[in-house]
């Protein structure tokens, strides 16, 4: 039998006592971003639209308009765009189904004029209604390796049940899986009638998993650290999702929406710039330029420190044939960059699974 040391018991109590101190010491911003990355974060999204169609050619409109393929199964989502007639991206959104109502949610314009948007290219298509649920609601967003957790704990066990980009609906509230941090996410929208209630629920069941509420500028670093599209930032750039590295939010089939014309145009002329991500031992300024043995080469467009890494990571917007990760010939004034493959880091969320563990054993379930 192997002896145990009598301070063996402290282990667990001084390790506990080291987290507590490091949390205090920790900025706001950092100890959000630890959440998102280690725990769970919540946040109130009020930029997120989310227009509900009905009729009995709801489904018709969104094919006239969205650039991706309308083939949803009930409770399924779809990430693709609203495109302009130029092909440039003026909402990040999902396609949603729940039996015969559509939904789309997003990022980007304004709800009336996303709604206007959809009347007006509906063209001949008459027999459906789109009514913005941000004005009875408001949306929570809960991201986090843990996320599931705590949301079954307070909406309800249904919840762990539902797949990557699925919806449902909980008597009065819609609980959409997406999320953009690369972690477990999911956007829930309450009564606002009933939204303080939800959301002393979710601080009071939070406090066990550390539960950090996290602010734009610390979910916008999560969501580049992810790669995923940020329509505020990189999206400012006017480049079409060719360029963006988006071609997989398009049906390749589709030859009638707005923006269809000219993605055909630049499909068949070809197009020489290409998103891409980068990381830095140093920061470096959005619109510096990029060069390669004195050669410009593209330009930041986003970047910022990722704590998870220890540096900077960034999107870059390079020339052909620059634009391939794994590259490291690259100056940002004087600044060595690399082009690295995506996400930039290795997410929690990757390692967690709803079935077998918890936040409350994770010292257990990960070592």
Same mark, same amino acid.
């Given at each position: ?26 900025? *706001? ?17 009020? #930029? ?23 083939? &949803? ?7 693709? =765009? ?9 909402? $990040?959104?999902?396609?949603?189904? +729940?039996? #015969? ?22 063209? %001949? ?5 789109? /009514?913005?649920?941000? #004005?009875?609601? $408001? ?9 599931? *957790?705590?949301?079954? +704990? /307070? ?12 919806? &449902? ?7 959409? !899986?997406?999320? !953009? ?17 939800? @959301?002393?629920?979710? &601080?009071?069941? %939070? ?15 999560? /969501?580049? +650290? ?7 930032? *990189? ?10 590295? &988006? ?22 002329? %070809? ?23 004195? +050669?410009?080469?593209?330009? @930041? ?50 390692? /967690? ?12 379930? =990960?070592?």
């Amino acid at each position: 039998m192997i002896a145990c040391s009598p301070y063996a018991q402290l282990i667990p109590l001084w390790m506990w006592y080291c987290v507590k101190v490091r949390r205090i010491l920790m900025t *706001e911003a950092e100890v959000s971003y630890h959440a998102i990355r280690n725990s769970v974060a919540f946040a109130e999204e009020p #930029e997120l639209r989310c227009l509900q169609l009905t009729g009995s050619q709801a489904f018709d409109a969104l094919d006239a308009v969205c650039p991706c393929d309308i083939f &949803l199964q009930d409770g399924q989502m779809k990430h693709t =765009l609203l495109l302009d007639d130029t092909g440039i991206p003026f909402a $990040d959104v999902y396609v949603c189904r +729940e039996g #015969e109502n559509a939904y789309l949610i997003g990022y980007g314009s304004g709800a009336d004029e996303i709604a206007n948007w959809v009347t007006y290219h509906a063209t %001949g298509i008459t027999d459906f209604s789109i /009514v913005d649920l941000g #004005e009875s609601y $408001d949306n929570l967003t809960i991201d986090g390796p843990y996320a599931w *957790e705590l949301c079954a +704990e /307070v909406f309800g066990p249904d919840i762990l049940g539902l797949p990557y980009l699925g919806m &449902l609906v909980l008597d009065a509230m819609f609980v959409f !899986r997406a999320g !953009r941090t690369g972690e477990y996410g999911y956007h829930l929208l309450v009564p606002t009638d009933q939204k303080e209630r939800w @959301v002393e629920n979710l &601080l009071a069941t %939070g406090a066990a998993f550390e539960m950090a509420r996290a602010d734009e500028s610390v979910r916008a670093q999560c /969501v580049l +650290e992810s790669f995923f599209f940020d329509i505020n930032r *990189e999206g400012q750039y006017h480049l079409t999702p060719l360029e963006l590295q &988006l071609q997989w939010r398009l049906s390749s089939q589709k030859t009638t929406y707005p923006g269809a014309e000219a993605l055909h145009t630049l499909r068949h002329s %070809g197009w020489t710039r290409r998103l891409t991500c980068f990381a830095t031992p140093d920061p470096v300024n959005a619109d510096a330029e990029i060069t390669c043995d004195d +050669e410009i080469v593209g330009h @930041v467009l986003v970047a910022g420190y990722s704590p998870a890494r220890g540096d900077c990571v960034g999107k870059a917007l390079l020339n052909e044939p620059y634009w391939h990760a794994g590259l490291d010939a690259f100056q940002v004034g004087g600044i060595p960059l690399k082009t690295i493959s995506t996400p930039a880091i290795n997410n929690l969320s990757l390692k /967690v699974s709803p079935y077998r563990h918890s936040f409350h054993t994770r010292a257990e379930d =990960l070592s």
